[in-house]
C-alpha cells in the first residue's frame, strides 16, 4: 500500500519568512495530492491539492509542486503570519474510491 | 461547519463498557472513513467504507468494529478497549468521482479509556 513521508516534523520560522515542508510517497499510481492545516483543537481542513497532470499549483501565499519521476511534492508558505501556525498534513491517493493516506504531519510556528 | 458531524465529541469509558461513535454527512458523498489521530500515529487510517460497503480494514483489532448501514451514517463500535486506544477518532467522507476530492473531516470524538 501506499505510504507517505513528511519532513520535517517541526518548523518554525519569523513572520514574513518562507516555509517548506516536503512529502515523498511510495506508489507510482497516486495522481492526488492534498494540504491539510490542523489547528489546535479543531479538524484539519483542505488548503490547497494538486492531481497528477499537474506540476505547480499556487493560491495566493500558498504553493504545491509535484515532481512524480521522483515521487515526491512539497508545500511552500511564502510571507508566513503568526496565523500559520499549525500542524500540517500532506496525503496523497491512488485514485477515486481509495481513503487518503496522510503523513506524520509538521508543526509549523511562526513567531513575530 | 456542519458537513460533517460527530458525536459525542467527548466520551470516558472503562475497559469493560461498551459504547459506539456516530458520524453523519451531510454532502452527498458515497465514502466515508474512520482515522485515528494520535501522538504517535497523527492520522491513522482505520475502516474505509465505498458505497457502503467496506473495502479496508488496516490491521485493526476486532475490538473496534465499524457499521455504515447507509451512505450518510458511519458507527464504530468499541468494546472491551485498552488505555492505549485513547485518542481522538476523526470521521471524513469524499465524493468518488474522477480524479481525486476534496475528503471532509468532522470535529472528531476525544475518547480517553480508563
Known amino acids: 500500500g501506499e505510504n507517505v513521508e513528511q519532513h520535517p516534523s517541526t518548523l518554525s520560522v519569523q513572520e514574513g519568512d518562507s516555509a517548506v515542508i516536503k512529502c515523498t510517497y511510495s506508489d507510482s499510481a497516486s495522481n492526488y495530492f492534498p494540504w491539510y492545516k490542523q489547528e489546535l483543537g479543531k479538524r484539519p481542513q483542505l488548503i490547497i491539492d494538486i492531481r497528477s497532470n499537474v506540476g505547480e499549483k499556487k493560491d495566493q501565499r500558498i504553493a504545491v509542486t509535484l515532481n512524480k519521476t521522483a515521487k515526491h511534492f512539497s508545500l511552500h508558505i511564502t510571507e508566513t503570519q503568526p496565523e500559520d501556525s499549525a500542524v500540517y498534513f500532506c496525503a496523497a491517493s491512488r485514485q477515486a474510491g481509495t481513503a487518503l493516506i496522510f503523513g506524520k504531519g509538521t508543526t509549523l510556528s511562526v513567531s513575530s | 461547519e456542519t458537513g460533517v458531524t460527530q458525536t459525542p465529541r467527548h466520551l470516558v469509558m472503562g475497559m469493560t463498557n461498551k459504547k459506539s461513535l456516530k458520524c453523519e454527512q451531510h454532502?452527498?458523498?458515497?465514502?466515508m472513513y474512520w482515522y485515528k489521530q494520535s501522538a504517535k500515529k497523527p492520522l491513522e487510517l482505520m475502516f474505509v467504507?465505498?458505497?457502503?460497503?467496506?473495502?479496508e480494514n488496516n490491521s485493526v483489532p476486532s475490538r473496534f468494529s465499524p457499521e455504515c448501514p447507509n451512505s450518510s451514517h458511519l458507527f464504530l463500535h468499541l468494546h472491551t478497549l485498552q488505555p492505549e486506544d485513547s485518542a481522538l477518532y476523526l470521521c471524513?467522507?469524499?465524493?468518488?468521482?474522477?480524479?481525486?476530492?476534496?475528503?471532509?473531516f468532522g470535529p472528531g470524538t476525544r475518547l480517553t479509556v480508563l
Open positions: 467504507y465505498n458505497f457502503k460497503e467496506q473495502t
Open positions: 471524513a467522507s469524499r465524493y468518488l468521482a474522477g480524479e481525486g476530492n476534496e475528503q471532509f
Open positions: 454532502l452527498g458523498h458515497n465514502a
